[in-house]
């Protein structure tokens, strides 16, 4: 009588397996149920399977995983689980188990995904430097190359690039350059009117483009226009293959696409970068000349204030923004992935990157002019 209460029974109803459990279900009894269970799932697969447990007095912990493993069983074998009568105290600890199992999961799948994540971008990050530290290296050791040996520059290329960059950009460069330095004078003038000053606009004007504003927006321009136009010709033959072509056929991409490009943009640059300065100046001369001052006052002025150093300290920013603005688009260019918005992401990420490193690059060179005294 003690056997039967402490054993389950099993039945078959057809494709139906019915698990009776008896009054007493611990962890003995419920080591035996199991085996039996495992046995008569393997040798038949049953569609549905019942637990009634209305006879179900007295359960420890190990009753209760047996409910919840016979109907894990099911769901991974895609059989239907029903359970009869099971007692609320019984149905309050196997919901609370599953609870905190699900809970439990969620948060693991969480921390798994926080993980990774942190994993990913690090993997990212440490790929993305290797990548730079590679492109650096190779078009340092082209760019040397091809300036000792100048016949290996595709000059036909550069003078393209040249022209596309400099001469094609010449109308935006000397209109903002123009409204630039007539906003500037317009603006200053108003505070040294109250001392009488204006005529010192023309040191302001002269000296603020020449050895900053000049080279800095003439780069700004040519980051958005050019360098988003480098990063998206070369994604665009990267996204269609014509990159790893090149590289099958034996002709390494940076000498072939970024040194002309390169050369172009160091030649272009510099030479916008004046027509800014002119144009500028241009511009603070009509403002200064409607306040009443002849303009051979407003030249000797400009002469005063802006030194050879001045002129040559621009120019030299410029030569380098010129190098950051074609590298970086080039660069973004080549690591452009595969998809419909990838050429337009590496472009975006051009111009953002560029504009930047150009005003990273000018904030060390007004420390360095600081301490140079220049």
């Known amino acids: 009588m003690e056997s039967n209460q402490r054993q389950s029974s099993f039945l078959w109803e057809g494709n139906t397996l019915e698990i009776h459990l008896p009054e007493i279900f611990n962890t003995q009894e419920v080591s035996i149920d199991w085996v039996s269970f495992m046995e008569l799932i393997s040798k038949n697969s049953p569609r549905n399977i019942s637990i009634f447990a209305q006879k179900l007095k007295e359960s420890d912990s190990s009753g209760i995983s047996f409910l919840k493993l016979v109907r894990t069983e099911c769901d991974s074998r895609k059989i239907q689980f029903a359970l009869h009568g099971l007692d609320e105290k019984f149905q309050y600890r196997l919901n609370i188990t599953n609870d905190d199992s699900k809970k439990y999961k969620e948060q693991l799948a969480v921390a798994l995904r926080k993980s990774e994540q942190i994993g990913k971008l690090t993997i990212d990050s440490l790929l993305e430097f290797k990548y730079l530290v590679t492109f650096t290296g190779e078009l ?92 998206a010709e070369l994604g665009t033959m990267k996204v269609s293959e014509e990159i790893d072509a090149l590289t ?19 030649i272009v640059t510099p030479l916008l970068t004046i027509v800014f300065n ?18 051979i006052t407003f030249v000797n002025q400009v002469n005063i204030a802006v030194g050879l150093s001045d002129i040559l300290g621009g120019l030299l920013k410029s030569y380098f923004f010129g190098m950051i603005i074609a590298s970086i688009g080039c660069y973004r260019g080549l690591k452009t992935a595969s998809g419909a918005g990838a050429v337009g992401e590496s472009t975006t990420s051009a111009v953002v990157g560029s504009i930047i490193l150009v005003s990273i690059l000018d904030g060390i060179f007004s420390v360095l002019y600081f301490y140079l005294r220049i």
């Open 248 to 266: 099958t056929m034996g002709l390494p991409p940076v000498q072939f696409l970024i040194i002309p490009r390169l050369v172009a943009s160091l």
């Open 278 to 295: 002119l144009f500028g100046l241009i511009g603070g001369a009509v403002v200064l000349v409607s306040f009443g001052f002849p303009l």
């Open 140 to 231: 340092t050791v082209s760019f040397w190359r091809s300036f000792l040996h100048p016949s290996k520059i595709r000059w036909k290329d550069s003078f393209r690039v040249a022209e596309s960059m400099g001469v094609n950009a010449f109308p935006i460069i000397a209109m903002i350059g123009f409204l630039l330095g007539l906003i500037m004078s317009f603006q200053s003038a108003i505070p040294m009117r109250k001392f009488g000053a204006e005529i010192f606009v023309a040191n302001l004007v002269g000296l603020s483009l020449f050895r900053e504003l000049g080279p800095l927006m003439t780069a700004f321009i040519l980051s958005g226009r050019s360098g988003s136009a480098f990063a």
